[in-house]
């Protein structure tokens, strides 16, 4: 019985990791010129310039700050929760990764807005799903 329950655990594991392994890499978004960098899997990426030492990844460009993954909610092979924060830390916003067929990644913002992007020196809200192209 202990054995066919750790087997269980363990294949669920490694689904799961699996699944959040779909979500690494470089991505780039014209429409917002703004990069996404992106480990679900493992926080391991380094933002220098900021206090943080190792995040799920990034969101930078023509944005209003640099937004963190600091939380992965939940994932699977198509789809990630995450918590996004700026990084003055006073606005947070849950994002939803989705995979596409064509190997970018679809960003959703999930309810209250808080990210904006930079026009013509002012901010505007960001539009509520933007696609970005792997690097």
Known sequence: MKKTLFTLFFALMTVAGWAQEAFTGTYYSKELKATLRINLVEKNIPLKDLDFDETYGYMTGNLNGTWVILKV?????????????????NDAQDVELKRTDEGSVELRLVGEQNIKTVEDRKYVKMPKVAVFQKK
């Open 73 to 89: 909610k939940k994932a699977d092979d198509k789809k990630a929760l995450v918590r996004m924060v700026s990084d003055m830390g």
